[in-house]
T-cell receptor, first 116, second 117 residues
Framework: GNSVTQMEGPVTLSEEAFLTINCTYTATGYPSLFWYVQYPGEGLQLLLKATKADDKGSNKGFEATYRKETTSFHLEKGSVQVSDSAVYFCALSATRGDTGRRALTFGSGTRLQVQP | DTGVSQNPRHKITKRGQNVTFRCDPISEHNRLYWYRQTLGQGPEFLTYFQNEAQLEKSRLLSDRFSAERPKGSFSTLEIQRTEQGDSAMYLC???????????????FGPGTRLTVL
């Protein structure tokens, strides 16, 4: 079956530090990969996505590259801000066909705390 | 606001009672999903609709759970005879009907937090 493994948190960084949150996956077929972010008291928001091998998703200074050879989709940001404090979820979708399976499979989330 | 909306935002109930949650997807989206999220975990898939047809159900969706999407617009999730283990955040998401691999970007609502006493 499909699964996503994320590094455990919390990850605590000082402002302007470099961020990496590791994500690896197992899936049948060729999944699409996503990072979602959940700010305190808010719903899940899509941060970025990649749909095929070697694609790089990017948004708001965050980046992640779809590495098929290592089955990974690590999230990176060069300089974090206090406002980036949130829980980050890696997810995959192993969609098949137009009416096939469309469920997202999520990791357990990694809490990021950025201190001023 | 044109995002996914869910009501109520919070529900406290006693064990054995029935509860119903509502989800209104983004208006042009024909796909709708329900997930459950417990503390410290990622969301877990429950069920998926395309228009009014329920196309997929997770093994997590026991026979006490039922979901409907009449007319392919809003959806309801009912839990009968609630148990303490049902306490969780219930999330709804929707996605547009674009076809093809990779077009499964889902937009989430704020969730309904259920507490079963």
């Amino acid at each position: 079956g499909n699964s996503v493994t994320q590094m455990e948190g919390p990850v605590t960084l000082s402002e302007e530090a470099f961020l990496t949150i590791n994500c690896t996956y197992t899936a049948t077929g060729y999944p699409s990969l996503f990072w979602y972010v959940q700010y305190p008291g808010e719903g899940l928001q899509l941060l970025l996505k990649a749909t095929k091998a070697d694609d790089k998703g990017s948004n708001k200074g965050f980046e992640a590259t779809y590495r098929k050879e290592t089955t990974s989709f690590h999230l990176e940001k060069g300089s974090v801000q206090v406002s980036d404090s949130a829980v980050y979820f890696c997810a995959l979708s192993a969609t098949r066909g137009d009416t096939g399976r469309r469920a997202l499979t999520f990791g357990s989330g990694t809490r990021l705390q950025v201190q001023p | 606001d044109t995002g996914v909306s869910q009501n109520p935002r919070h529900k406290i109930t006693k064990r054995g009672q029935n509860v119903t949650f509502r989800c209104d997807p983004i208006s042009e989206h024909n796909r709708l999903y329900w997930y459950r999220q417990t503390l410290g975990q990622g969301p877990e898939f429950l069920t998926y609709f395309q228009n009014e047809a329920q196309l997929e159900k997770s093994r997590l969706l026991s026979d006490r759970f039922s979901a409907e999407r009449p007319k392919g617009s809003f959806s309801t999730l009912e839990i009968q005879r609630t148990e303490q283990g049902d306490s969780a955040m219930y999330l709804c998401a929707s996605s547009p009907s674009r076809t093809g691999v990779g077009n499964n970007e889902q937009f989430f609502g704020p969730g309904t937090r259920l507490t079963v006493l």
